[in-house]
């Protein structure tokens, strides 16, 4: 079955960095586009970034672009979110997700099939 183990999240000072990590298993991970969504407590879902299944395509949200970086490691099943400059914005429960099949990722969550349990990510003033 498909797993998504997401880690790294923690509590950070504002003009920290985190870097979370997405383990996957139970699927052709370098066949499938990856993304990463965040929710903050009381607001809907939001994109935060996608990477092709190659990794040679990525994109963010303008909330991020600048400060946050995807990648992915195929021969690991593993996809990565580096976060520089954090915000107490950026304070959220961070989902990494599939999307199977597809070549490129998707800023639409309902593009995704199958999504972690999310870490969550604090960021003090």
């Known amino acids: 079955q498909v797993q998504l183990v997401e880690s790294g999240g923690g509590l950070v000072q504002a003009g920290g960095s985190l870097r979370l990590s997405c383990a996957a298993s139970?699927?052709?991970?370098?066949?499938?586009?990856m993304g990463w969504f965040r929710q903050a407590p009381g607001k809907q879902r939001e994109f935060v970034a996608s990477?092709?299944?190659?990794?040679?395509?990525?994109f963010y949200a303008d909330s991020v672009k600048g400060r946050f970086t995807i990648s992915r490691d195929n021969a690991k099943n593993t996809v990565y979110l580096q976060m520089n400059s954090l915000k107490p914005e950026d304070t959220a429960v961070y989902s990494c997700?599939?999307?199977?099949?597809?070549?490129?990722?998707?800023?639409?969550?309902?593009?995704?099939?199958?999504w972690g349990q999310g870490t969550q990510v604090t960021v003090s003033s």
């Open positions: 139970g699927f052709t991970f370098s066949s499938s586009a």
């Open positions: 997700a599939v999307r199977s099949t597809y070549s490129f990722g998707s800023s639409r969550a309902r593009d995704y099939d199958y």
């Open positions: 990477i092709s299944r190659s990794g040679g395509s990525t």
